[in-house]
Nanobody
Framework: QVELVESGGGLAQAGGSLRLSCAAS????????MGWYRQAPGQQRELVAT???????NYADSVKGRFTISRDIAKNTVSLQMNSLKPEDTAVYYC??????????????WGQGTQVTVSS
């Protein structure tokens, strides 16, 4: 069992920065990968960034060069540094983690979501 608790987010002006963090507890050694999705009003949830236990990262084209995902294995946290924010980055951001339930299956858990609002 893995649980996620998010922190950060809030209000920023266009061009500004925000940082999101997500702390995992429970069966953390089995987690791989972790990352962030976001969901804007009336839109589907979309992948923002992922990071593997080995440090490999993947970003949505819309955030490449502006957002940076990082992971502290020892602290069981994943962070998302968001720079050069745009109004279209406004959304609820959800942390996720995939963890191994057994040798044959994995399960995805989600954080509670945190609001990011970027004003123009």
């Amino acid at each position: 069992q893995v649980e996620l608790v998010e922190s950060g987010g809030g209000l920023a002006q266009a061009g500004g920065s925000l940082r999101l963090s997500c702390a995992a507890s429970g069966s953390t050694p089995s987690i791989n990968p972790m990352g962030w999705y976001r969901q804007a009003p009336g839109q589907q949830r979309e992948l923002v960034a992922t990071i593997s236990s080995g440090g490999s990262t993947n970003y949505a084209d819309s955030v490449k060069g502006r957002f940076t995902i990082s992971r502290d294995i020892a602290k069981n946290t994943v962070s998302l540094q968001m720079n050069s924010l745009k109004p279209e980055d406004t959304a609820v951001y959800y942390c996720f983690a995939d963890y191994r339930v057994n040798n044959y299956s994995t399960r995805r858990v989600w954080g509670q979501g945190t609001q990011v609002t970027v004003s123009s």
